[in-house]
C-alpha cells in the first residue's frame, strides 16, 4: 500500500494532481478519465488500474 501511495505522489508530482490507483486480482470499473491518462496493466495475477481525472478549482467567496 505504501508503495502505491508513493507512486500516487510522484504522478501528482510529475503529471499534475489527481491520479487514482486501483489494484487487485479481479475487479471491474467504470471511470471517468482525462484523455490520454490511463494505464491498465497485469503482472501476474495483480491487475492495475492508474488514471487521472480533471481537477476544478473551488470557487470560495466569502
Known sequence: MIKIL???QKFDCLY????HCIVGTSFGSYVT???GCF????IDKVHVLLFKT???PINIQH
Open 33 to 35: 478519465h482525462s484523455s
Open 54 to 56: 480533471t481537477v476544478d
Open 6 to 8: 508513493c507512486c500516487l
Open 16 to 19: 499534475g494532481p489527481a491520479w
Open 39 to 42: 494505464l491498465y496493466f497485469s
